[in-house]
């Protein structure tokens, strides 16, 4: 089965298709296999995202991301490595290491399900909005955000997939709009791990999920579209449970009077 950090790579994947970032998994960037979870990185062509989730809206030319499941705690050493892997990866895509590009084209972001109170204990967090915080680490800022506090719209259903809480999940499958036909999958076996670790998301199925989001934009379309696929047969017996017989021969009585002129 994937796991967590896979997942929400994979995830962050499907939310940038399509626009003018790309994103690199478990990039190595060290002869000891060091793995930063996650690197954003601003292409030439493409449009930018239509709405970003909270935090991610200061957006650089190369946002390095480590992140932390519900089952992992984000703490002083998991900030240590990431400015370590910012580091490496500038020295690595500058032309030298007399040229390195410049510090503003990188972001530092530590993605995290539960808000870390021990490492909030030990260096002050400055509130950006729900959810989100900043911290200054050595010479960096590095932006947090917590999951499981960051509000429930529909701008957030990326982050909300991985807040640990089952109504948020589930409010999140309902809203996402995925870009690759895969992330259905991975949105099943999100739910799956959920279930095996004790986040009770289950019985909510990629069914329930694909049921709430035609329910929710049906009605965004023309009536014409909304009966393809029903029957003669299934029209007239939905319309016979919904119309009087005064109506059905009024409605009747017109369309003969159509066809006569």
Not at 164 to 185: D, F, N, P, Q, V
Request: net charge positive; glycine share 4%; proline share 4%.
């Amino acid at each position: 089965m994937i796991g967590w950090h896979r997942l929400f790579g994979l995830s962050l994947t499907d939310y940038f298709t399509g626009t003018d970032y790309t994103v690199e998994l478990e990039k190595d960037l060290s002869l000891k296999q060091q793995l930063l979870d996650v690197v954003i990185i601003e292409k030439k062509a493409g449009k930018p995202p239509d709405e970003l989730p909270d935090g991610l809206k200061n957006l650089a030319s190369h946002n390095l991301l480590t992140y932390k499941s519900h089952q992992e705690s984000l703490n002083s050493w998991a900030l240590d490595e990431l400015t370590g892997h910012y580091v490496n990866y500038r020295k690595q895509i500058s032309p030298s290491l007399n040229e390195l590009l410049p510090v503003r084209d990188f972001r530092l972001y530590a993605v995290t399900t539960m808000y870390p109170r021990n490492l909030a204990d030990q260096v002050p967090f400055r509130f950006l909005s729900q959810g989100v915080y900043e911290v200054r680490w050595g010479s960096r800022k590095v932006r947090i955000i917590v999951l499981s506090r960051i509000p429930k719209v529909e701008r957030n259903s990326l982050w909300l997939l991985f807040s640990g809480t089952a109504g948020k999940i589930r409010y999140a499958a309902a809203h996402y709009r995925e870009r690759l036909h895969e992330m259905s999958t991975l949105i099943n076996q999100l739910f799956v791990k959920y279930n095996i670790e004790g986040v009770a998301v289950m019985p909510y199925t990629m069914e329930d999920y694909r049921r709430d989001y035609l329910l929710e934009h049906m009605h965004k379309l023309p009536p014409e579209e909304r009966l393809k696929g029903l029957s003669n047969k299934d029209l007239l017996k939905f319309l016979k449970e919904r119309l009087t017989l005064e109506e059905i021969e009024a409605y009747l009585k017109e369309l003969r009077q159509r066809r006569q002129v």
